[in-house]
């Protein structure tokens, strides 16, 4: 498909509104990208963190109750870079079969960082493979997903602004290709749990900042495989998915399904780099345009870290009881919705445990009071009662942990989706 003429009046024009930011900007843009750029030289060293030994993890991540995923190598640096330069944290460094684990402290908490092996969601190495290694080491209580964006109006918004998402979007999962373009057949989306967003809600500061560097922005945001940078790729899904969209990106969606099937809150927060246009024609140099692009990458992941700042200052922030939903489709939704045997159980589970050990009692003390002789009919009749009690046993276990038996059956649904998805 040709670019047509409006479609290449639109990429000269979003480089020189790119251009002029960049020029107004480039004290801040450069001294974010020093902040990658002595990561990218020195700080990628094993030597760079304290090295733990692989038998300690477990004990580390029983303390660290939020875990931040980023997906580049920008993202990362400046994070290690910004917290030891601003905050003078030592980062600590265990590397566990395929996934490296970065502990240190931000404000009031202890913070665990995994960097995906690559960008993207269903890819190897990708939020959503990398999170599910994780998750076989540790449940944390939040993740959030920290790096850039693609922004959608540079009339409304400007470059280094922040996007919290209040609902993400897939424009790459239920499509259907037409002459028309971009249809999607089938809705696939993720809200955030209520727990995160009553939190987000009551930091308003976090919510609402605005200073000459960046605004916040609430919204919902587009997730896919696919880089974006042509314009009619760009319109296509918006075009899609027709929904008030402030900002793309290629994480969201693999973070969300594997947080949702665990019941863990999350949230993807990310600065605004570009607007999905002309990301290579920034300079006719390729040294000057890499540089351009990683540095406004770097100013935006800044501005994300000076943001979420607000978020650690009150050590009981995200404490309290969260609010998990077992992630089924609508058959498996009802069946626990509407069964009478769970809720019966769970109205009354404290008399059945009262009845029960009464019950051994009264035929324990019956035994000693009449000196019962062990016979043949005696030695049956505790064979069945001691069958019977282990049946019950049985069952109340089942019951006292449905909702992770049919998590885990959830968990394996979903995959099982998720391939027939990829095929």
């Not at 020189?16 to 480039?26: A, Q």
């Not at 890819?123 to 993740?143: A, H, N």
Request: with cysteine.
């Amino acid at each position: 498909m040709r670019i047509t003429k409006k479609q290449k009046i639109e990429i000269e024009e979003t480089k020189k509104e790119v251009d002029k930011f960049y020029n107004e900007h480039e004290s801040d843009i450069k001294k974010s990208y020093r902040f990658y750029l002595d990561y990218k030289t020195h700080g990628f060293r094993v030597d760079s963190y304290k090295k733990l030994d692989e038998k300690c993890l477990k004990e580390k991540l029983k303390n660290n109750p939020i875990l931040i995923l980023t997906a580049n190598a920008v993202e990362t640096g400046v994070l290690h870079k910004w917290l030891k330069a601003e905050k003078e944290q030592s980062i600590e460094m265990v590397i566990h079969g395929s996934i490296t684990y970065y502990f240190f402290r931000w404000q009031e908490y202890d913070v665990v960082n995994v960097w995906a092996g690559t960008t993207g969601s269903n890819t190897e190495g990708g939020s959503s493979w990398t999170l599910r290694k994780v998750f076989e080491d540790y449940t944390p209580r939040l993740v959030l997903s920290l790096g850039v964006a693609f922004g959608i109006n540079p009339d409304e918004q400007k470059l280094g602004d922040v996007l919290v998402s209040k609902k993400i979007y897939s424009y790459d999962k239920g499509i259907k290709l037409t002459n028309n373009g971009l249809e999607i057949k089938n809705e696939h989306s993720f809200k955030i749990n209520p727990w995160i967003g009553e939190r987000l809600r009551q930091r308003h500061d976090f919510m609402s900042k605005e200073d000459k560097r960046f605004e916040t922005r609430y919204g919902s945001i587009v997730t896919g495989e696919a880089v974006v940078d042509d314009p009619r790729a760009k319109q296509a899904i918006l075009k899609a998915v027709s929904k008030d969209i402030i900002g793309g990106e290629m994480e969201a969606y693999g973070m969300f399904g594997e947080c949702q099937n665990k019941g863990i809150p999350c949230v993807t927060i990310k600065g605004i780099c570009d607007w999905g246009v002309g990301k290579n024609i920034l300079s006719e140099d390729s040294e000057i345009n890499d540089e351009m692009k990683d540095g406004l990458q770097a100013y935006a992941m800044e501005n994300v870290i000076i943001n979420c700042d607000l978020l650690f200052e009150e050590g009981n922030f995200f404490s309290g009881s969260i609010e998990r939903t077992v992630p089924v489709d609508s058959k498996l939704r009802k069946y626990i919705d509407e069964n009478k045997v769970i809720k019966l159980f769970e109205k009354y589970k404290q008399i059945l445990y009262f009845t029960v050990f009464s019950f051994f009692i009264i035929f324990s003390s019956y035994q000693l009071a009449d000196d019962i002789r062990f016979n043949t009919y005696a030695i049956i009749l505790l064979v069945v009662f001691i069958l019977l009690a282990l049946c019950f046993a049985g069952s109340v276990f089942l019951l006292m942990n449905y909702k992770e038996i049919l998590r885990k059956l959830v968990d394996e649904i979903n995959d099982l989706k998720r391939e027939n998805e990829n095929k």
